[in-house]
């Protein structure tokens, strides 16, 4: 079972090939200027020849549905429908930010918790539980300011994503470490996307829409 994965919620242009639950072929890259665009159909030929495998063979096809870039989500959402609808294979939809903290669960910390940078103060967050990722707050919209977060002050907590650069500098939180260069990738879309396909966990093709979350309330920064 091969599935074909794409995120494109961040500045990282990412595209996976896996089977079953390993990774055959990884193309990514992080843009400053968002350019998901140019790249991913370049990106997807690639992972396929890498994988070396036909776009044919694929059985199935998954998204990070954001929350994250609207440009960015758009084109990832079109490509990802349109060869699910040209290969009649089903669509695996994956919350972005739960990508984000796969890489840093059972080190030791309480929380993990990504932010990603939707401008001014503003991020994009979820907090994850350390050890096994289960979900402690979902994911929402939120503007910092040195209150945000005092829930875990006492805690051991790993901050990560582009959202650290302006985090660390306002949130009142000694025990936090912050991780900025941290980006949704593909390869980490694997295991769900599989745990998800043998649950038959598929979206529904026509209606599908990622994670378009922008819902601030408060001041904004100056």
């Not at 990774?23 to 968002?34: M, P």
């Not at 401008?119 to 979820?126: D, F, G, L, S």
Request: with cysteine.
């Amino acid at each position: 079972m091969k599935i074909l994965h794409l995120e494109t919620s961040s500045k990282n242009c990412s595209v996976a090939i896996s089977q079953g639950d390993k990774i055959l072929c990884l193309c990514e890259k992080v843009s400053q200027d968002y350019k998901q665009s140019e790249n991913l159909h370049t990106y997807i030929e690639w992972a396929l020849e890498g994988a070396e495998i036909s776009l044919k063979e694929i059985d199935a096809v998954s998204i990070g549905m954001g929350p994250g870039s609207y440009t960015g989500l758009r084109i990832g959402t079109a490509s990802a429908k349109g060869f699910c609808f040209g290969l009649n294979v089903p669509l695996i939809a994956v919350n972005s930010l739960e990508t984000m903290v796969e890489p840093f669960l059972e080190k030791g910390y309480d929380y993990i918790v990504p932010l990603v940078d939707a401008r001014r103060m503003e991020v994009y967050t979820a907090i994850f539980e350390g050890n096994l990722g289960d979900v402690a707050e979902q994911t929402n919209a939120k503007i910092l300011d040195e209150n945000s977060f005092q829930e875990l002050r006492d805690k051991k907590n790993l901050f990560v994503g582009d959202g650290c650069a302006k985090a660390k500098e306002i949130l009142q939180l000694p025990q936090a470490e912050f991780q900025e260069n941290v980006y949704p990738s593909a390869k980490y879309l694997v295991k769900k996307a599989y745990q998800k396909f043998l649950q038959k966990d598929f979206e529904d093709i026509a209606y599908f829409e990622p994670f378009y979350l922008k819902d601030f309330h408060g001041i904004k920064k100056k």
